[in-house]
């Protein structure tokens, strides 16, 4: 498939995830207990974060599957420019993401596991911290993908 | 140990076990697979680049995730006993204390 049409199908899985993952972090941070005819900041905090799971794991896997996908493509086209262009913090930038992509794969079972299948009081410091990890995260290599791609995008 | 209980046990371990797997991989460049992108062809094990570079990530996802899930599953067989009061913690502070790590393996991009 033409690399320009599966960055921007990455792009848009990544929207749906920074939403989904966004929208369960501030829940587990500040959730609110009363939304109706709330504000607007205190209906997102409202939101049932245990329904994100599933939604999160998913988009999570196809995000990082159709990354791993494009990944050719930025090694020879993208990459190779930018240290032409002597831009070694886009670089490291990149290589952080592609470490970032890996460590949340690892958290996966244990993210799904802590919200889906166990829901144990006990292990709310788990969910909080795997939930806040994989949000920093899906911020950072949608950004740093964002960013790249303003550098150098597909097809110029 | 019944399925309910191994479970547990089997995600936490996973998660520890491939991180530090991941993160030795990195280093070492312990690459299951080398990947050439130029050619599309893969050779088993690290490949010096050819005429293109050569991409070692996917190999490191390879030896990390094999190496986290017979850790798991080696766990899960362990007693009861021994792996009941396993932390749960461990599973998002491998993923932290990688983070860190990998962040200073890498700070010579940034401080430049």
């Given amino acids: 498939m033409n690399p320009t049409y599966l960055l921007i199908i990455h792009g848009l899985v990544a929207v749906a995830l920074l939403g989904a993952v966004t929208h369960q972090a501030i829940s587990v941070w500040s959730a609110a207990r009363k939304p109706a005819a709330a504000s607007f900041v205190t209906r997102l905090r409202a939101v049932p974060a245990t329904s994100y799971a599933n939604a999160v794991v998913l988009l999570y896997l196809v995000s990082t599957f159709l990354g791993g996908w494009l990944y050719p493509a930025y090694r020879l086209n993208v990459r190779v420019v930018l240290e032409q262009l002597q831009m070694p913090a886009a670089n490291g930038s990149f290589e952080l993401k592609e470490h970032f992509a890996m460590l949340g794969l690892a958290m996966l079972p244990a993210y799904w596991y802590f919200w889906r299948a166990s829901l144990e009081p006990a292990y709310a410091r788990a969910r909080v911290a795997l939930t806040s990890l994989l949000a920093f995260f899906v911020w950072w290599n949608f950004l740093v993908g964002h960013i790249l791609n303003n550098i150098r995008g597909f097809g110029s | ?112």
């Fill in chain 2, 1 to 112: 140990m019944n399925q309910n209980a191994r479970l547990p046990v089997f995600v936490i371990v996973f998660s520890l076990a491939t991180v530090i797997a991941y993160v030795v991989a990195v280093i070492y460049n312990y690459a299951l697979f080398t990947y050439h992108p130029a050619t599309g062809e893969f050779g088993l094990g690290v490949e010096k680049a050819r005429d293109a570079p050569a991409m070692y990530w996917y190999g490191w996802i390879a030896t990390s995730t094999i190496t986290g899930a017979v850790a798991g599953l080696i766990a899960c067989a362990l007693p009861q006993g021994l792996t009941r009061r396993l932390p749960a913690a461990l599973a998002w502070l491998a993923p932290l204390i990688a983070t860190l790590v990998l962040g200073y393996l890498l700070r010579n991009f940034f401080l430049h």
